[in-house]
C-alpha cells in the first residue's frame, strides 16, 4: 500500500498535480506559539445586551482588551453598544450576519454572510474587521476558503469555557484557569448573554493575571504572515 501511495505521488508531481495529504488540511488558528506568557479573552456576541456593561466594566477594572465576534443583527440591534465596544479600544471581529449554519451553505453564501456583517460594521464604526469566527465553530474547506478569501484571519479557540452551558459561577472559573490547554498562546472563548459569565469574570481575569498572563486582543496574538498551523491548529512562524 506504501509503495502504491507512493507511486501515485511521483506520477502526479510528474504531471504537475499537488498532492495534499491529511495533515496538509486546512485548519483555523487554535492558539499562536509563543514563548512570551500570552492569551487572548475572546466573546462570542449574538444574543441580548444585558450584561454587556457589567462585562465592560470588568474588563476596564483589569486594563484589559479582548476581542469581541459580533453578529451582523446583533450589531443592527444594539448599534451604542458596538460603539461603546470599540471606543473602549477593544477588537471588534466578525461572527457572521446571522449566525447560520454555514457548513451546510456553499461557497459563496458564506461569502455574502460574511460580508453582509462586514458592511454593518464597516458603515458604523468605519472599522475594517479581518477576524472571522463562524458560528458554533462549524467549519470545513469551504467555509475557510469564503473567510480567506474576504481577507480573513479564522479564528477559533483552545480553551472553551462551555459558559453557554450554565454550570455555575465557580464551574466556570475552574474550567478557565483550570484548562488543560492554556498554555503561552491560548485563545479563550466566552460568550455575553448568559446566566454566569459576568459574574465568574472578574475572578477569571484576576486568576490569569496573577499567573502572570498578559491578556491582549487577538488581533495582536496571531501572526499575520509567513505562518503555518500544525494538526492542532496551533499556529506557528515559518
Known amino acids: 500500500m506504501k509503495f502504491i501511495r507512493l507511486m501515485i505521488m511521483l506520477v502526479a508531481l510528474s504531471l504537475g498535480i499537488v498532492v495534499c495529504h491529511a495533515a496538509d488540511k486546512q485548519l483555523p488558528i487554535y492558539s499562536v506559539d509563543m514563548e512570551e506568557k500570552k492569551a487572548s479573552i475572546t466573546f462570542d456576541v449574538a444574543w441580548g445586551a444585558d450584561d454587556l456593561e457589567q462585562i465592560l466594566e470588568i474588563l476596564d477594572d483589569n486594563k484589559v482588551k479582548a476581542t469581541f465576534f459580533i453578529v451582523g443583527d446583533w450589531v443592527e440591534q444594539f448599534p451604542d453598544e458596538v460603539k461603546l465596544i470599540h471606543e473602549k479600544g477593544h477588537d471588534i471581529a466578525n461572527h457572521s450576519d446571522r449566525h447560520p449554519h454555514v457548513t451546510k451553505m456553499k461557497k459563496e453564501e458564506v461569502k455574502d454572510d460574511i460580508m453582509a456583517a462586514h458592511k454593518k460594521v464597516k458603515e458604523l464604526l468605519n472599522v475594517e474587521m479581518d477576524l472571522y469566527r463562524a458560528p458554533y465553530g462549524?467549519?470545513?474547506?469551504?467555509?475557510?476558503?469564503?473567510?480567506?478569501?474576504?481577507?480573513?484571519?479564522?479564528?477559533?479557540?483552545?480553551?472553551?469555557?462551555?459558559?453557554?452551558?450554565?454550570?455555575?459561577?465557580?464551574?466556570?472559573?475552574?474550567?478557565?484557569?483550570?484548562?488543560?490547554?492554556?498554555?503561552?498562546?491560548?485563545?479563550?472563548?466566552?460568550?455575553?448573554?448568559?446566566?454566569?459569565?459576568?459574574?465568574?469574570?472578574?475572578?477569571?481575569?484576576?486568576?490569569?493575571?496573577?499567573?502572570?498572563?498578559?491578556?491582549?486582543?487577538?488581533?495582536?496574538?496571531?501572526?499575520?504572515?509567513?505562518?503555518?498551523?500544525?494538526?492542532?491548529?496551533?499556529?506557528?512562524?515559518?
Open 138 to 238: 462549524e467549519y470545513n474547506d469551504d467555509v475557510l476558503n469564503a473567510a480567506h478569501e474576504c481577507n480573513y484571519y479564522v479564528i477559533q479557540w483552545d480553551v472553551d469555557s462551555l459558559d453557554w452551558k450554565d454550570y455555575g459561577r465557580q464551574e466556570l472559573i475552574d474550567k478557565v484557569l483550570k484548562h488543560k490547554n492554556l498554555k503561552c498562546g491560548s485563545i479563550i472563548l466566552l460568550h455575553t448573554g448568559t446566566t454566569h459569565t459576568k459574574d465568574a469574570l472578574d475572578e477569571i481575569l484576576k486568576g490569569l493575571l496573577k499567573d502572570g498572563y498578559e491578556l491582549v486582543p487577538t488581533s495582536e496574538l496571531i501572526i499575520r504572515e509567513d505562518f503555518k498551523t500544525d494538526h492542532t491548529g496551533r499556529q506557528f512562524k515559518k
